[in-house]
């Protein structure tokens, strides 16, 4: 009989009992004789039944089941932080489920699904605060946010250390002696934005090079908007000698419109990017970034939210993954 197909109730066939005390073993929840566990084990074995995990995390009532809730499940930060997540809940005995929200009604509805149809014991939340959905969280409600600082006394958080790889790749550009450092940033309503344009504007004051608001151009995570902002530098004048791009889609953006404008990158303009996304080394030129381990962030999150589940209320903890700096060829020393 093909093991798929083995059911509990075969198993208690081939022991002579029934399967309520086939479910008794497996479950360890009422006396069973030596005699009888014994014979169950042996049938187990023999028919090489595996036992459904969640229906036995059910009858001990839990689900097992984590959910994480993105903004959208095909950006590849987003996706490799939920792979992250998804192989720490499976190391611990989890299963994730990952959905994407791109609105709060989507999200509103998506919450009140897992939680009540799914019986989901735990949330983690990527972007909670690219609008108003951390405010449709119950505070009851174990979770952790990933991408942004908790506003919620109840819940634990995962990030990169936005400010602090903000702050490096700026001085980066710094050291090679740019001093007219364009950015372009992400939506201003996120943290990671706000943080890494702290980052900025601090490794620029700690050099004593004046801050240029000029020089800072809003983006939207797209490579289309990195792509509009050089145009936008250039119709306010001179263009600067380098530009930090918060993301590397934005900075593909940026060496396509540099292209397009005849500037040589890095020579005429060095530009430095976040996230060191797969294809970062194969663009032209290779581009220089920040690299941050997504997985690691999924994987913390996931770490956080089990230990509040089987912790018995541990303290809210706020994580900030660092990042590393890749030098490849698109800055280079100001000419």
Same mark, same amino acid.
């Given at each position: 009989?093909?093991?798929?197909?083995?059911?509990?109730?075969?198993?208690?066939?081939?022991?002579?009992?029934?399967?309520?005390?086939? !479910?008794?073993?497996?479950?360890?929840?009422? %006396?069973?004789? &030596? *005699?009888?566990?014994?014979?169950?084990?042996?049938?187990? =074995?023999?028919? /090489?039944?595996?036992?459904?995990?969640?229906?036995?995390?059910?009858?001990?009532?839990?689900?097992?089941?984590?959910? #994480?809730?993105? %903004?959208?499940?095909?950006?590849?930060? *987003?996706?490799?932080?939920?792979?992250?997540?998804?192989?720490?809940?499976?190391?611990?005995?989890?299963?994730?489920?990952?959905?994407?929200?791109? $609105? =709060?009604?989507?999200?509103?509805?998506?919450?009140?699904?897992?939680?009540?149809?799914?019986?989901? @014991?735990?949330?983690?939340?990527?972007?909670?605060?690219?609008?108003?959905?951390?405010? *449709?969280?119950?505070?009851?409600?174990?979770?952790?946010?990933?991408?942004?600082?908790?506003?919620?006394?109840?819940?634990?958080?995962?990030?990169?250390?936005?400010?602090?790889?903000?702050?490096?790749?700026?001085?980066?550009?710094?050291?090679?002696?740019?001093?007219?450092?364009?950015?372009?940033?992400?939506?201003?309503?996120?943290? #990671?934005?706000?943080?890494?344009?702290?980052?900025?504007?601090?490794?620029?004051? @700690?050099?004593?090079?004046?801050?240029?608001?000029?020089?800072?151009?809003?983006?939207?995570?797209?490579?289309?908007? /990195?792509? =509009?902002?050089?145009?936008?530098? @250039?119709?306010?004048?001179? +263009?600067?000698?380098?530009?930090?791009?918060? $993301?590397?889609?934005?900075?593909? /953006?940026?060496?396509?419109?540099?292209?397009?404008?005849?500037? !040589?990158?890095?020579?005429?303009?060095?530009?430095?990017?976040?996230? &060191?996304?797969? +294809?970062?080394?194969?663009?032209?030129? %290779?581009?220089?970034?920040?690299?941050?381990?997504?997985?690691?962030? /999924?994987?913390?999150?996931?770490?956080?939210?089990?230990?509040?589940?089987?912790?018995?209320?541990?303290?809210?903890?706020?994580?900030?993954?660092?990042?590393?700096?890749?030098?490849?060829?698109?800055? #280079?020393?100001?000419?």
């Amino acid at each position: 009989m093909p093991r798929s197909r083995i059911t509990i109730r075969d198993v208690a066939a081939r022991a002579g009992v029934s399967h309520q005390t086939v !479910s008794r073993v497996i479950n360890n929840n009422a %006396p069973v004789s &030596d *005699l009888t566990r014994n014979r169950v084990l042996e049938a187990i =074995e023999d028919l /090489g039944y595996s036992p459904n995990a969640i229906a036995r995390s059910m009858a001990k009532g839990r689900s097992s089941m984590l959910a #994480c809730i993105s %903004p959208n499940l095909t950006d590849y930060t *987003l996706s490799s932080i939920i792979e992250g997540a998804e192989r720490e809940a499976r190391k611990n005995g989890y299963y994730l489920v990952s959905s994407s929200a791109e $609105n =709060e009604q989507t999200f509103k509805d998506l919450l009140k699904e897992l939680l009540k149809s799914r019986r989901v @014991e735990g949330l983690l939340v990527i972007n909670p605060y690219v609008d108003s959905r951390y405010q *449709l969280i119950n505070p009851k409600t174990p979770a952790v946010f990933i991408g942004s600082h908790s506003r919620l006394k109840t819940i634990s958080s995962v990030a990169l250390d936005d400010f602090g790889v903000a702050k490096e790749a700026t001085q980066y550009l710094i050291h090679l002696g740019h001093t007219r450092i364009a950015m372009v940033t992400g939506p201003r309503v996120e943290d #990671c934005t706000l943080d890494r344009d702290h980052g900025y504007k601090t490794a620029l004051e @700690e050099a004593g090079i004046p801050f240029d608001p000029s020089l800072v151009i809003t983006g939207d995570w797209t490579a289309t908007s /990195g792509y =509009e902002a050089i145009f936008q530098l @250039e119709q306010q004048g001179e +263009l600067p000698t380098a530009i930090f791009a918060q $993301n590397d889609r934005m900075a593909i /953006g940026v060496l396509r419109a540099a292209r397009e404008l005849g500037l !040589s990158v890095p020579e005429q303009l060095s530009v430095i990017g976040i996230d &060191d996304m797969p +294809l970062a080394s194969y663009f032209d030129p %290779p581009l220089t970034t920040m690299r941050q381990d997504m997985v690691e962030i /999924g994987s913390q999150a996931a770490k956080l939210l089990i230990h509040s589940l089987e912790g018995n209320g541990l303290p809210r903890e706020h994580l900030r993954i660092p990042a590393k700096l890749i030098v490849r060829k698109s800055t #280079c020393e100001e000419k």
